[in-house]
């Protein structure tokens, strides 16, 4: 991960590897999915995620 990340930073878009770092969206969107899924876990049912925020 770390060469991954050092890569981009060196090269930019035109790394010589075939996928990019994730994005801190990309990231804080997956955080959402995780949260909700521990909560859906705890409270056994379905929990909304809101994108918005």
């Known amino acids: 991960m770390w060469a991954a990340y050092c ?3 060196e090269h930019g878009k ?3 590897q075939p996928f990019y770092c994730a994005t801190p969206e990309e990231a804080k969107g997956s955080h959402r999915v995780f949260k909700a899924a521990l909560e ?3 409270a056994g049912q379905t929990i909304p995620i809101n994108w918005r925020d």
Do not use: F
């Open 7 to 9: 890569d981009e930073l």
């Open 14 to 16: 035109d790394t010589q």
């Open 40 to 42: 859906s876990n705890r």
